[in-house]
């Protein structure tokens, strides 16, 4: 079993920046970033493996970054630039042992 934590989510402006962190209770190799939008299917942001590898959606290439903490099992996304199209619940994951983990979600709103 792996508990998934998230802070960082809220309100911001267009153009503007937010990071979200997300807090694991053990090692997962795999851990990431999803996302759902009202009325639309949760889709991949971004994950990152233990040894560094990353994989992004093209639509936030440039603008977003995933790094983890491993001595902290911790997995944050540093939001640039951010869209009203990124208006989302970010929802935290965590791979491990071919099991799929969630966090609980976080709001991020992007709006003038």
């Known amino acids: 079993q792996v508990q998934l934590v998230e802070s960082g989510g809220g309100s911001v402006q267009p153009g503007g920046s937010l990071r979200l962190s997300c807090a694991a209770s053990?090692?997962?190799?795999?851990m990431g970033w999803y996302r759902q939008a009202p009325g639309k299917q949760r889709e991949l942001v971004a994950t990152?493996?233990?040894?560094?590898?990353?994989n992004y959606a093209q639509s936030v290439k440039d603008r977003f970054t995933v790094s983890r903490d491993n001595s902290k099992n911790t997995v944050y996304l540093q939001m640039n630039n951010l869209k009203p199209e990124d208006t989302a619940v970010y929802y935290c994951?965590?791979?491990?042992?071919?099991?799929?983990?969630w966090g609980q979600g976080t709001q991020v709103t992007v709006s003038s």
């Open positions: 994951n965590a791979q491990k042992w071919m099991t799929d983990y």
């Open positions: 053990s090692y997962a190799y795999t």
């Open positions: 990152i493996t233990n040894d560094g590898i990353t």
